[in-house]
């Protein structure tokens, strides 16, 4: 079983930053794939970046060059630093990460509101 515990949501005006993070906690641990999912009112859950073991990242096009997606593999921790926000990037932000046997783990996420 993994447990997942994100934070870093929050209010920021346009142009702001902010950064979420996602630790993943468990027995025997180890961790596959690690990304960014987000969802909008009346929107369908859409991939935002992700990351592999190795480094290897993808991003959904909306967000190259604004948002970078890292993680500590010793911390299986993922992070997501994201900059020059828009009031479109408003959503509430999902950690999914690839567990032991390819199991997928979702977390409770958390909001980002991008307003002035």
């Known amino acids: 079983q993994v447990q997942l515990v994100e934070s870093g949501g929050g209010l920021v005006q346009p142009g702001g930053s902010l950064r979420l993070s996602c630790a993943a906690s468990g027995r025997s641990l180890r961790i596959g794939v690690m990304g960014w999912y987000r969802q909008a009112n009346g929107k369908q859950r859409e991939l935002v970046a992700s990351i592999s073991r190795g480094g290897t990242t993808n991003y959904a096009d909306s967000v190259k060059d604004r948002f970078t997606i890292s993680r500590d593999n010793a911390e299986n921790t993922v992070y997501l630093e994201m900059n020059s926000l828009k009031p479109e990037d408003t959503a509430v932000y999902y950690c999914?990460?690839?567990?032991?046997?390819?199991?997928?783990?979702w977390g409770k996420g958390t909001l980002g509101t991008v307003s002035s």
């Open positions: 999914n990460v690839a567990g032991p046997l390819n199991m997928i783990y």
